[in-house]
């Protein structure tokens, strides 16, 4: 094959696309730095906590409401998408450093708290258009693709301050700079890359062992990450050592170009087939239907109404031989009229849903309720981390925003109702006041939040279809902030105000409106966790009811994917 064909074959490469969503999910996850940010602006900006927890709710929001996102997704390029997120994840924290650093005239909070809503709803729009490509170009591997684009997402936060240490700002504020400008430089330089390309319903062969080497990658850059973390808090390394395990981080980052390269100009048979399939009809190759005369359609679901309940108890094999001389009859008897296809129910699961039809069936509402009471009660404590920090007696929460970003990721590439119930052992732990607690929550919540936007989208993506996948992932991205404004918003701040005016009398302190409240000691949050814990336990059952109800389909979906 010709140079200039291999090239084409490489533009249009699922892998390359897959390898770019990664580079762009590891700028999309700012939300998460709050904890590192949000210190910063409290001091240059003379804010009191109360007006701290104003610009956290702010974040939440904007990281929360993505139905533009998703709405776009389905009438607009992909690069569209990211170019809108680019734009104003650059303006809103661009204008947030510019007021920190005092170069412009000093904002209202509540400007303020638009400048940071905007650009935190910036990744709104990098996650949609990377998970939307990546389910749509890896149909059949929806699970891996999803935990290995939102477990970079999670580590975003983690590469994002490493990239910061390189550079020795004169101040921390420039770790805003670093928010505004990094993920603009990324993703606007493979915006056109990311997009569905279509012809790739079928498992390669390929396919495991790229996986696995991505698994991998993954794995060491998460050891890697956490490795230079400690030595960083241990050892007082100079800036040359700094720099240098800088580079490392990001040519671990890097390193998984080498699967699409290697598959289009070193494997003839991937890039034969890779060559093919651009010419193929993307509409065409995504239509589930078996058969249609005369305007009747035999689909799955046709077959799923007519095959007896022990069809599923038969080996696979087996299963698969009589699955499919089912579906043979049944398009026999549409063909001669004996059997009309019914088309006025809606769409079953494993089909394509609108949000509105997915609003209505009550797998979707348990997944949404779940999410929060479980994902809820972990971005409450990941929002309250520096004050938690704090109430302990650790001056710098930059170790612990950095671990839950770590652990975060290690959770989403790991893989709800299992880590619910360690997210409610580990809140629960904290609760009362057990040593070394904070390190625990730190490990344990973000690995159990990670594993949750691993799981999730992947599921939708397998009950609801992915016709509107965009607007359904959105959706469920609401289920965090909407937790965590009444936990964290209600609960928490409560508590915690509460707490602190408490040890307050106890010295005798006479205590103004203005004055800002601080707490010390577990009993600080340990209540909060304690009803966290409880949360999360009833989350729990939620998802067992979702696992219960959906059975039959995953049954169906990788049962005969095994045949």
């Keep these: 094959m010709r140079f200039h064909e291999q090239m084409k074959s490489l533009f249009y490469n699922r892998w390359l696309v897959f390898v770019a969503s990664m580079w762009v999910q590891s700028c999309s996850g700012i939300g998460y730095m709050f904890g590192s940010i949000s210190p910063v602006i409290k001091r240059n900006m003379g804010y009191n906590q109360r007006q701290i927890a104003m610009l956290g709710v702010a974040k939440d929001l904007g990281d929360a409401i993505g139905f533009v996102a998703g709405s776009l997704c389905e009438i607009a390029p992909i690069w569209v998408v990211l170019f809108i997120g680019v734009a104003q994840n650059f303006l809103g924290y661009g204008l947030v450093w510019l007021s920190t650093k005092h170069t412009l005239p000093e904002m209202p909070l509540w400007v303020l708290c638009v400048c940071i809503f905007v650009g935190t709803n910036g990744e709104t729009y990098f996650n949609t258009g990377a998970l939307v490509s990546g389910v749509q170009n890896f149909p059949k591997s929806r699970g891996p693709v999803v935990g290995i684009l939102k477990g970079f997402a999670g580590l975003s936060g983690a590469i994002l301050t490493q990239v910061y240490t390189i550079f020795n700002f004169p101040d921390q504020a420039s770790v805003i700079f670093i928010v505004a400008v990094g993920p603009t430089i990324v993703i606007s330089s493979v915006m056109f890359v990311v997009r569905p390309v279509g012809g790739h319903r079928q498992v390669r062969q390929s396919d495991g062992s790229s996986f696995l080497f991505l698994y991998g990658v993954c794995l060491i850059l998460a050891a890697y990450l956490l490795g230079v973390l400690i030595l960083q808090d241990v050892v007082d390394l100079n800036q040359t050592t700094v720099t240098w395990l800088t580079v490392g981080l990001l040519i671990l980052i890097l390193l998984p170009i080498g699967i699409p390269l290697f598959l289009v100009f070193f494997s003839s048979s991937e890039s034969q087939n890779s060559a093919a399939e651009t010419l193929l009809n993307n509409d065409q190759k995504q239509k589930m ?212 005016k408490k040890q307050s009398s106890v010295k005798h302190h006479v205590f103004h409106d203005n004055e800002e409240l601080t707490c010390y000691g577990t009993i600080c949050y340990s209540i909060t966790c304690g009803i966290l814990s409880a949360l999360c336990i009833i989350a729990v059952f939620l998802s067992m009811i979702v696992v219960h109800r959906t059975k039959r389909v995953y049954a169906q979906l990788y049962g005969n994917s095994r045949a």
């Excluded at 046709?302 to 043979?328: G, M, T, W, Y």
């Excluded at 009471?373 to 930059?398: R, V």
């Excluded at 652990?407 to 880590?419: C, E, I, K, Q, S």
Aim: proline letters at 3%.
């Design 289 to 500: 239907i078996v058969y249609e005369q005369d305007g009747n359609e035999v689909i799955m679901s046709e077959v799923e109404d007519e095959k007896p309940s022990e069809v599923d108890s038969l080996p696979a094999h087996e299963r698969q031989k009589r699955i499919s001389h089912l579906q043979a009859k049944l398009v026999q008897a549409a063909a001669d009229g004996a059997v009309r296809v019914n088309r006025k129910k809606g769409p079953r699961r494993g089909e394509d849903f609108t949000l509105m039809q997915a609003l209505v069936k009550a797998d979707f509402l348990l997944m949404f309720f779940s999410l929060v009471l479980a994902s809820g009660s972990g971005l409450t404590i990941i929002d309250n981390l520096g004050q938690m920090c704090q109430s302990l007696g650790y001056e710098n929460p930059h170790v612990f925003v950095s671990m839950i970003s770590i652990w975060n990721f290690l959770g989403r590439v790991v893989a709800m109702a299992g880590v619910q119930v360690v997210m409610a052992g580990s809140l629960l732990y904290y609760a009362v006041g057990a040593p070394g607690a904070i390190y625990v929550v730190s490990v344990v919540m973000g690995l159990c939040y990670g594993a949750h936007w691993a799981i999730v989208p992947s599921a939708a993506s397998e009950l609801f279809g992915l016709k509107s996948f965009g607007a359904l992932y959105n959706f469920l991205a609401l289920a965090s902030p909407t937790g965590s404004l009444i936990f964290s918003g209600v609960i928490a701040s409560g508590i915690y105000d509460y707490e602190a």
